[in-house]
């Protein structure tokens, strides 16, 4: 299966790929994780990215696109997919239509993670994440044993530099004029599933369960 989970910063995008992966047996592709790692390494694509990403701003088109047509490429990825935060706009999606059509294939669903803006500010500063494994904690929501640290490695955890309330305000804006379009694209080719992603995550996850087994 080829899918896309779309939604606004904080509505559980990455929460939920871990449990879509293991079930589906799919490769996971999350460009904020790519772009990331890059920023860390300081590579030539980091350097580039990294302005943008501070600023809560979208990254180049050229750039993101260019890591997704490689990333695509891994035999793991061949037969099947989620994508993580790509498309982020028109163009993205447009390009990642093409790349696919080569193949002769398309994509079979978008899950759409609908939620409203103002649930966002305290899942996002309350957010903190295991980098080597990107796994995901809230101080309020899904805390960890010891604050702090990895339940299971014991090594600390870290907060993202673009998760404070003022980077979330450019952010959210970027997700409503570039990234909403994106969901009416994907409308149009009647392959979106709305979740309520405002519900415990137990609950989305069940939700998602019933989209993908339809
Ligand atoms: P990216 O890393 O994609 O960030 P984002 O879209 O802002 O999304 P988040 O990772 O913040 O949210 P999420 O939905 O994954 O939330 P999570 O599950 O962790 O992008 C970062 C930057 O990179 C962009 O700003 C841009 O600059 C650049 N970029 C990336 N892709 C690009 C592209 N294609 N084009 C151009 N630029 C690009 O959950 C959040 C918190 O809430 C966690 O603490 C979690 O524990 C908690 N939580 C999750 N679900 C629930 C629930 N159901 N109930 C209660 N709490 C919950
Ligand atoms: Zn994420």
């Known amino acids: 299966r080829r899918l896309i989970l779309i939604g606004p910063p904080g509505s559980g995008k990455g929460t939920q790929s871990p449990i879509i992966k293991d079930e589906y047996c799919l490769c ?20 580039k ?25 891994k035999p793991s990825c061949q037969k099947g997919f989620i994508l993580d935060g790509f498309p982020r706009t028109v163009v993205q999606a447009q390009k990642l239509d093409e790349m696919l ?8 669903k978008v899950l759409n ?6 649930i966002l500010e305290e899942r996002i500063t309350g957010r903190w994440i295991h980098p080597s494994s990107g796994r995901t904690y809230h101080t309020k929501f899904s805390p960890p044993k010891v604050p702090g640290v990895d339940d299971v490695t014991g090594e600390p955890l870290i907060q993202r530099k673009d998760d404070t309330a003022a980077v979330l305000k450019s952010r959210l804006e970027a997700f409503h004029k570039q990234t909403e379009p994106v969901i009416d ?11 309520h992603a405002e519900k415990p995550p137990k609950e989305v996850t069940s939700e998602v369960q019933k989209v993908l087994s339809s």
């Open 28 to 47: 996971h592709l999350a460009t904020g994780d790519m772009l990331r790692a890059a920023v860390a390494a300081k590579t030539p694509l980091g350097v």
């Open 49 to 73: 990215a990294k302005e943008a990403m501070d600023k809560g701003e979208l990254v180049s088109d050229d750039l993101v696109v260019g890591i997704i047509d490689e990333a695509m490429k």
């Open 101 to 108: 059509g080569k193949q002769g294939a398309k994509i079979d």
């Open 113 to 118: 993670f609908a939620i409203d803006d103002a």
């Open 185 to 195: 694209y994907y409308k149009n080719k009647g392959v979106v599933a709305d979740l």
